[in-house]
């Protein structure tokens, strides 16, 4: 039995005036204990809805989740003290100090006065904010402001982390730190759920990815099997002449194995290949003997953005669309006060 555990989950919105959302329909997904799985998926997939499922934010219209056993529906009193979480915005009140809002956190899950500042202490040195924790919140960097969220979601020890977009904004040396951190936590026995608009992150980060589209999971597996599952490498080319886009397109399409697809401007153009060598070498004598020039052509191996292309036809991203995105505006009183009710 997995960890965690969602089965045929539903959740449809009726915004007023507008046709209803359905935000989930029938989504099950299944992360072992002690791992990494991250949900990725376009626009309005359902990947925030979810989360706040599984967190007890919201109720789902029909299907199970179930964590470590436990109804998230019928007992969420009994799965607020195991859950740790980390929503797009930072949870904090800036006009406390780091250690402050730490602190306070403890005292809200009632560790006591003594125990709450102790674990407050023990955070802000994991987190490297000792220089900043006297400080109101309010004058933190983006990326100090992300940390002390993260750090807020941990001060139980919480054997279930969601992060919902942990890395949104942050420069690419924070989020690196970040990564360290999701993957000391792992190795001490955490299990994560994450949510991420960087197929890079995914891609370091999680031991299962499930593709979400439509509020239901459209696919799932490693990174790697992903990959594997649109088959071959990629030949592309980079054209000196968008002019030559139609031409280059023809001469792919034949010597490709997958209709190719165009960058916005044109001039970059990819295909799968059974066999990439060989079909780059055909592909670069027909452009020679056309007189089509290249700034570049070369091959690679599949990335989770072409997983995301063929899988969905979007791009991935961070956002939810309907209803959900109201659900945003309330999302920091809502964590407070679950993490008050607990």
């Known amino acids: 039995m997995s960890f965690i555990e ?48 599984l967190t007890t934010l919201i109720t789902p219209d029909s299907g ?36 402050e809002n730490l602190d306070m956190v403890g005292r809200l899950y009632h ?14 040195e994991l987190f490297d904010l000792t220089e900043a924790q006297n400080r ?24 279930v982390l969601f992060l919902d977009e942990p890395t949104t904004g942050l420069d690419p040396r924070s989020r690196l730190g970040m990564w ?46 992903l990959k594997a599952s649109i088959g071959g490498q990629r030949v592309e080319l980079s054209l000196v002449s968008a002019d030559d886009a139609a031409a280059a397109h023809e001469i792919l399409s034949r010597f490709g194995a997958s209709e190719p697809t165009r960058s916005a401007d044109g001039r970059s153009l990819t295909v799968s290949a059974d066999d990439a060598p060989a079909a780059l070498q055909l592909i670069l004598g027909e452009l020679g003997s056309r007189g089509i020039p290249l700034f570049d052509a ?15 036809g979007h791009a991935a991203s961070d956002d939810e669309s309907g209803s959900d995105e109201n659900d945003k505006k309330s999302a920091k009183k809502k964590k407070t006060k ?3 009710r607990s």
């Open 136 to 159: 109101p919140v309010k004058g933190f960097s983006g990326g100090m402001r992300r940390r002390i969220d993260l750090a807020g979601a941990l001060v139980t020890r919480p054997a």
């Open 111 to 124: 560790l006591g006065a003594r125990q709450s500042r102790i674990r407050a202490k023990e955070l802000i």
């Open 180 to 225: 360290d951190i999701i993957t000391s936590l792992v190795d001490q026995g955490t299990t994560v759920l994450l949510t991420t608009q960087y197929l890079e992150e995914a891609d370091q980060l999680a031991d299962s990815i499930s593709v979400i589209d439509g509020g239901t999971v459209i696919a799932q597996g490693t990174s790697d099997e």
């Open 6 to 53: 969602a089965t045929s989950l539903a959740k449809t919105y009726t915004p007023r005036g507008a046709p209803p959302v359905h935000a989930l329909a029938g989504l099950t997904l299944e992360v072992p204990r002690g791992t990494v799985t991250a949900l990725l998926g376009p626009n309005g997939a359902g990947k925030t809805t979810t989360v706040k499922v």
């Open 64 to 99: 199970t989740a179930v964590i470590d056993g436990i109804d998230v529906v019928r007992h969420p009193e009994r799965i607020r003290p195991m859950i740790g979480v980390s929503g797009q915005y930072a949870a904090v009140d800036e006009n406390l100090t780091g250690f």
């Open 338 to 340: 679950a993490e008050a």
């Open 298 to 312: 070369g091959m690679r191996r599949p990335t989770l953005d072409d997983v995301f292309l063929r899988l969905t």
